[in-house]
């Protein structure tokens, strides 16, 4: 957890003049002063990890669906064409006759 500024100049004080001022600041650096300057856990590390790849297992099962449609869509688009084709083979041949 990063310390807020007043924590810092809290403990900062509270430590100078036992150690120094120097070493009281190199103490500090130690402690993130921003919640960006955390360092990484492998708890956060594992957390994050789970999430993508539930993302990805829910991509993946919504690209199956896709493609499940897609297929189906391709099997009426053949017996459309089948029965266009059978249609204009039979106006042909009684224009023909």
Known sequence: ??????????????????IGTEEAGLLLDQFPAREGDELITRDHLATGLAEVRTEIAEVRTEIAGVRTEIARMENRLYVAMVSISVVAIGVVTALTR
């Open 1 to 18: 957890m990063a310390l807020t500024t007043r924590q810092r100049t809290t403990l900062y004080t509270a430590i100078a003049d036992a």
